[in-house]
């Protein structure tokens, strides 16, 4: 069984498609990359707020 000529809708609908998916996977690629940095880095993982005080927060006392 043999398939028919894409139609030209179709040609045109992949283009968007496929930049729209290289588009996604580099939005990814940048956060996985700033991900993996800031974890090598060994900073500090933000916490949400959550309206609770927690002591971590607080500034050391200088002595």
């Known amino acids: 069984m043999a398939f028919g000529k894409d139609h030209e809708?179709?040609?045109?609908?992949?283009?968007r498609n496929?930049?729209?998916g290289l588009a996604l996977?580099?939005?990814v690629a940048v956060m996985f990359g700033l991900t993996i940095a800031k974890v090598e880095?060994?900073?500090?993982?933000?916490?949400g707020?959550?309206?609770v005080l927690r002591p971590e927060m607080l500034p050391e006392e200088t002595k």
């Open 25 to 27: 996977l580099g939005f």
């Open 9 to 15: 809708l179709h040609t045109r609908r992949f283009g």
């Open 49 to 51: 707020f959550d309206h």
């Open 41 to 47: 880095r060994g900073a500090p993982v933000q916490q």
């Open 18 to 20: 496929l930049g729209l």
